[in-house]
């Protein structure tokens, strides 16, 4: 715990400084898990704040204060997937009214960038996180949670409110959905035409 059990209490009880010692103890490390889990730079501010402010006007369905940390981690995984969910309709809001030409273009952007960013990070973990957004939004928080932030199968059952065999079976399932991208992945590059030195003095 970063903080005391009974800041904890005073910031439940409606303390207004005892609660605003909470938020600057954990701010970091909400920022981080964010971070982690949506992927997007310029909308960590945002959504930690939507997380803080869910914290606040749901304190008092704390049932005990030991509980906080993976409460709050259970705030901070709901409004990520909150995020994730709008963000994706939104895309396909958008990509309804477009015409062909402009998904054509859209498409190609999206692939320009992702080339970039592949440039720019290492090789290992840029195939991590391309694989993992092939896979549903909750497989890839459940294996961001465990496999990055470090949390074991007890913080998990405490955030999804769920059994130990129940997280372990949600772990192994995210983790073969992982497995069959990759096996895809690899399947699709095996399967690429080779250029011959022909070809490729031709497009140099």
């Known amino acids: 715990m970063l903080v005391d059990l009974d800041l904890i209490r ?4 409606g303390d207004a400084a005892a609660f605003n010692g909470v938020v600057t103890a954990y701010r970091r490390r909400i920022l981080g898990t964010v971070a982690r889990l949506i992927g997007r730079p310029e909308d960590v501010e ?4 939507e997380v803080f402010v869910r914290l606040y006007f749901s304190f008092d369905q704390l049932r005990a204060p030991e509980g906080f940390e993976p409460w709050l981690y259970r705030l901070s995984v709901n409004a990520a997937l909150d995020y994730l969910r709008k963000k994706r309709r939104r895309k396909e809001s958008r990509m ?4 062909p030409e402009q998904v054509t273009l859209a498409d190609a952007r999206a692939g320009t960038h ?7 990070r290492a090789k290992t973990r840029e195939l991590m996180e391309s694989l993992l957004r092939e896979v549903s939004d909750d497989d890839r928080t459940l294996l961001m949670l465990k496999e990055v932030e470090g949390l074991s199968i007890r913080d998990l059952e ?6 130990e065999n129940a997280i372990k079976v949600r772990l192994f399932r995210a983790r073969q959905r ?12 095996e399967h690429e035409p080779v250029k011959t030195d022909k070809e490729h003095g031709a497009n140099a």
């Open 114 to 120: 992702a080339s970039h960013e592949s440039n720019e």
């Open 178 to 189: 992982v497995l069959k991208a990759f096996a895809r992945r690899q399947s699709a590059l």
């Open 158 to 163: 405490n955030i999804y409110q769920v059994k």
């Open 46 to 49: 945002d959504v930690a704040q």
């Open 10 to 13: 005073r910031a439940q009880a």
């Open 96 to 99: 309804a009214d477009m015409t």
